[in-house]
Protein backbone atom coordinates (compact mmCIF):
# COMPACT_ATOMS: atom_id res chain seq x y z
CA UNK A 1 0.00 0.00 0.00
CA UNK A 2 1.30 3.61 -0.93
CA UNK A 3 2.60 5.74 2.15
CA UNK A 4 0.69 8.70 2.69
CA UNK A 5 2.03 11.77 4.89
CA UNK A 6 -0.64 13.81 7.07
CA UNK A 7 0.03 17.52 9.11
CA UNK A 8 -0.33 16.32 12.93
CA UNK A 9 -2.46 18.10 13.59
CA UNK A 10 -4.90 21.13 12.68
CA UNK A 11 -6.19 24.36 14.52
CA UNK A 12 -9.54 25.95 13.28
CA UNK A 13 -12.45 27.71 14.62
CA UNK A 14 -16.12 26.87 14.42
CA UNK A 15 -17.61 27.53 10.87
CA UNK A 16 -14.68 27.52 9.05
CA UNK A 17 -14.05 25.66 6.33
CA UNK A 18 -10.70 22.99 6.94
CA UNK A 19 -8.50 21.82 4.53
CA UNK A 20 -6.47 18.62 5.35
CA UNK A 21 -4.22 17.60 2.61
CA UNK A 22 -2.63 13.90 2.35
CA UNK A 23 0.45 13.28 0.17
CA UNK A 24 0.52 9.88 -1.33
CA UNK A 25 3.48 9.88 -3.89
CA UNK A 26 3.52 5.90 -4.73
CA UNK A 27 -0.13 5.72 -5.65
CA UNK A 28 -0.85 2.91 -8.00
CA UNK A 29 -3.15 2.94 -10.67
CA UNK A 30 -5.78 0.88 -9.09
CA UNK A 31 -5.61 2.47 -5.61
CA UNK A 32 -8.29 4.70 -4.11
CA UNK A 33 -8.17 7.00 -1.87
CA UNK A 34 -10.40 6.88 1.67
CA UNK A 35 -10.83 9.05 4.76
CA UNK A 36 -11.88 7.97 8.30
CA UNK A 37 -12.58 10.15 11.04
CA UNK A 38 -11.97 9.06 14.90
CA UNK A 39 -12.88 9.98 18.16
CA UNK A 40 -11.27 9.16 21.63
CA UNK A 41 -11.96 6.03 22.28
CA UNK A 42 -13.68 4.93 19.61
CA UNK A 43 -13.74 3.03 16.55
CA UNK A 44 -12.85 5.11 12.98
CA UNK A 45 -15.54 6.05 10.77
CA UNK A 46 -15.80 6.09 7.17
CA UNK A 47 -15.96 9.70 6.04
CA UNK A 48 -15.79 9.58 2.02
CA UNK A 49 -13.32 7.67 -0.61
CA UNK A 50 -12.60 8.84 -4.54
CA UNK A 51 -10.31 7.70 -7.23
CA UNK A 52 -9.96 10.55 -9.20
CA UNK A 53 -11.63 14.92 -9.56
CA UNK A 54 -14.28 15.76 -6.95
CA UNK A 55 -16.12 13.74 -4.57
CA UNK A 56 -18.73 14.78 -2.43
CA UNK A 57 -21.17 13.48 0.13
CA UNK A 58 -23.31 15.37 2.69
CA UNK A 59 -20.52 15.38 4.84
CA UNK A 60 -17.49 16.50 3.37
CA UNK A 61 -15.64 16.70 -0.37
CA UNK A 62 -12.27 14.89 -1.58
CA UNK A 63 -10.47 16.83 -4.33
CA UNK A 64 -7.54 14.40 -6.01
CA UNK A 65 -6.00 16.37 -8.99
CA UNK A 66 -4.62 14.69 -12.06
CA UNK A 67 -1.38 13.10 -10.86
CA UNK A 68 -3.44 11.31 -8.09
CA UNK A 69 -0.13 12.14 -6.09
CA UNK A 70 -2.45 14.45 -3.23
CA UNK A 71 -5.82 14.86 -2.19
CA UNK A 72 -7.81 17.13 0.05
CA UNK A 73 -10.36 16.51 2.78
CA UNK A 74 -12.47 19.26 2.87
CA UNK A 75 -15.18 19.71 5.85
CA UNK A 76 -17.27 23.19 5.36
CA UNK A 77 -18.26 25.06 8.41
CA UNK A 78 -17.11 22.76 10.89
CA UNK A 79 -18.70 22.99 14.15
CA UNK A 80 -16.42 21.40 17.78
CA UNK A 81 -18.24 18.15 17.14
CA UNK A 82 -15.60 17.77 14.10
CA UNK A 83 -12.85 17.91 16.41
CA UNK A 84 -11.37 14.58 16.35
CA UNK A 85 -7.97 12.66 14.12
CA UNK A 86 -8.50 12.49 10.62
CA UNK A 87 -7.02 9.27 8.49
CA UNK A 88 -6.29 9.27 4.94
CA UNK A 89 -5.61 5.90 3.19
CA UNK A 90 -4.95 4.76 0.09
CA UNK A 91 -5.58 1.20 -1.49
CA UNK A 92 -6.91 -1.16 -3.85
CA UNK A 93 -10.24 -2.39 -2.51
CA UNK A 94 -10.70 -4.76 -5.49
CA UNK A 95 -7.51 -6.60 -4.48
CA UNK A 96 -8.40 -9.09 -1.89
CA UNK A 97 -5.51 -8.67 0.31
CA UNK A 98 -6.84 -4.75 0.81
CA UNK A 99 -6.68 -3.99 4.40
CA UNK A 100 -6.54 -0.56 5.89
CA UNK A 101 -3.47 0.50 7.10
CA UNK A 102 -3.66 3.44 9.09
CA UNK A 103 -1.11 6.41 9.63
CA UNK A 104 -0.82 9.06 12.64
CA UNK A 105 -3.77 10.69 10.79
CA UNK A 106 -4.28 14.84 11.77
CA UNK A 107 -5.26 15.85 15.26
CA UNK A 108 -8.35 18.28 14.31
CA UNK A 109 -8.99 21.02 17.27
CA UNK A 110 -11.79 22.58 16.16
CA UNK A 111 -12.20 26.40 18.65
CA UNK A 112 -14.94 27.83 19.90
CA UNK B 1 -29.67 -1.72 11.56
CA UNK B 2 -27.61 -2.44 14.30
CA UNK B 3 -24.56 -1.69 14.04
CA UNK B 4 -20.66 -3.82 15.00
CA UNK B 5 -20.87 -4.50 18.95
CA UNK B 6 -17.83 -5.87 20.45
CA UNK B 7 -17.90 -8.17 24.15
CA UNK B 8 -16.93 -7.12 26.69
CA UNK B 9 -16.14 -3.55 26.35
CA UNK B 10 -13.50 -3.88 28.94
CA UNK B 11 -11.02 -6.54 30.61
CA UNK B 12 -8.56 -6.79 33.10
CA UNK B 13 -6.05 -9.35 32.65
CA UNK B 14 -3.26 -10.58 34.12
CA UNK B 15 0.17 -11.59 32.25
CA UNK B 16 0.66 -14.81 31.25
CA UNK B 17 -3.08 -15.10 31.00
CA UNK B 18 -5.16 -15.28 27.50
CA UNK B 19 -8.15 -13.55 26.35
CA UNK B 20 -10.98 -13.97 24.03
CA UNK B 21 -12.75 -11.01 22.25
CA UNK B 22 -15.92 -11.24 20.32
CA UNK B 23 -17.55 -9.12 17.83
CA UNK B 24 -20.75 -9.68 16.14
CA UNK B 25 -20.53 -8.37 12.92
CA UNK B 26 -23.60 -5.79 11.25
CA UNK B 27 -25.99 -8.47 9.76
CA UNK B 28 -24.95 -9.36 6.06
CA UNK B 29 -21.91 -8.27 6.11
CA UNK B 30 -19.14 -11.64 5.54
CA UNK B 31 -16.09 -9.69 6.31
CA UNK B 32 -14.19 -8.74 9.97
CA UNK B 33 -11.28 -7.53 10.39
CA UNK B 34 -9.51 -6.95 13.90
CA UNK B 35 -7.10 -3.66 14.80
CA UNK B 36 -4.98 -2.92 17.48
CA UNK B 37 -4.67 0.57 18.59
CA UNK B 38 -2.42 2.04 21.61
CA UNK B 39 -1.05 5.54 21.96
CA UNK B 40 2.62 4.63 21.09
CA UNK B 41 2.05 2.48 17.35
CA UNK B 42 -1.31 3.81 16.68
CA UNK B 43 -3.84 1.84 14.67
CA UNK B 44 -2.44 -1.53 13.47
CA UNK B 45 -3.98 -4.32 11.51
CA UNK B 46 -4.13 -7.81 12.59
CA UNK B 47 -6.00 -9.75 10.45
CA UNK B 48 -9.41 -10.39 8.39
CA UNK B 49 -11.77 -13.13 8.16
CA UNK B 50 -13.94 -13.34 5.01
CA UNK B 51 -16.18 -16.10 4.97
CA UNK B 52 -14.54 -18.43 7.80
CA UNK B 53 -11.14 -17.96 6.16
CA UNK B 54 -8.07 -15.89 6.76
CA UNK B 55 -7.60 -13.74 4.25
CA UNK B 56 -4.96 -11.15 5.42
CA UNK B 57 -3.01 -10.79 8.46
CA UNK B 58 -1.01 -8.20 9.70
CA UNK B 59 2.39 -8.51 11.52
CA UNK B 60 1.70 -9.77 14.93
CA UNK B 61 3.13 -12.74 16.38
CA UNK B 62 1.78 -16.59 16.16
CA UNK B 63 0.13 -15.63 20.30
CA UNK B 64 -2.30 -13.89 18.57
CA UNK B 65 -5.27 -15.52 16.77
CA UNK B 66 -8.51 -15.60 15.37
CA UNK B 67 -11.63 -17.26 13.86
CA UNK B 68 -14.83 -16.87 12.26
CA UNK B 69 -17.77 -18.56 12.27
CA UNK B 70 -20.53 -19.50 9.64
CA UNK B 71 -22.98 -17.10 11.41
CA UNK B 72 -19.93 -14.43 10.03
CA UNK B 73 -19.17 -13.66 14.25
CA UNK B 74 -15.52 -13.39 15.02
CA UNK B 75 -13.25 -13.85 17.72
CA UNK B 76 -10.02 -13.20 18.41
CA UNK B 77 -7.69 -14.63 21.27
CA UNK B 78 -4.42 -13.36 22.36
CA UNK B 79 -2.28 -16.01 24.49
CA UNK B 80 0.44 -15.51 27.13
CA UNK B 81 -0.34 -12.43 27.54
CA UNK B 82 2.10 -9.76 27.71
CA UNK B 83 1.85 -6.28 29.16
CA UNK B 84 2.37 -4.91 25.65
CA UNK B 85 -0.81 -6.32 24.95
CA UNK B 86 -2.46 -3.52 26.62
CA UNK B 87 -4.43 -1.66 24.27
CA UNK B 88 -7.97 -0.89 22.32
CA UNK B 89 -9.12 -3.96 20.16
CA UNK B 90 -11.38 -2.82 17.46
CA UNK B 91 -13.29 -5.18 14.90
CA UNK B 92 -14.69 -3.64 11.56
CA UNK B 93 -17.34 -5.44 9.42
CA UNK B 94 -17.56 -5.08 5.75
CA UNK B 95 -19.42 -6.87 2.80
CA UNK B 96 -15.77 -7.46 1.86
CA UNK B 97 -16.99 -7.77 -1.89
CA UNK B 98 -16.31 -5.25 -4.58
CA UNK B 99 -17.57 -2.59 -5.03
CA UNK B 100 -17.56 -1.86 -1.44
CA UNK B 101 -14.99 -0.33 0.26
CA UNK B 102 -15.99 0.87 3.53
CA UNK B 103 -15.26 -0.59 6.80
CA UNK B 104 -17.72 -0.38 9.71
CA UNK B 105 -16.37 -0.30 13.53
CA UNK B 106 -17.20 -1.85 16.21
CA UNK B 107 -16.84 0.43 19.31
CA UNK B 108 -13.81 -2.02 20.59
CA UNK B 109 -12.66 -3.39 23.88
CA UNK B 110 -10.58 -2.39 26.38
CA UNK B 111 -7.82 -4.69 27.59
CA UNK B 112 -5.50 -4.06 30.41
CA UNK B 113 -2.85 -6.18 31.25
CA UNK B 114 -1.34 -6.13 34.50
Known amino acids: LAKTTQPISMDSYEGQEVNITCSHNNIATNDYITWYQQFPSQGPRFIIQGYKTKVTNEVASLFIPADRKSSTLSLPRVSLSDTAVYYC?????????????FGSGTRLLVRP | KAGVTQTPRYLIKTRGQQVTLSCSPISGHRSVSWYQQTPGQGLQFLFE???????NKGNFPGRFSGRQFSNSRSEMNVSTLELGDSALYLCASGRGLPPSYEQYFGPGTRLTVT
Open chain 1, 89 to 101: LVGDPMDSSYKLI
Open chain 2, 49 to 55: YFSETQR
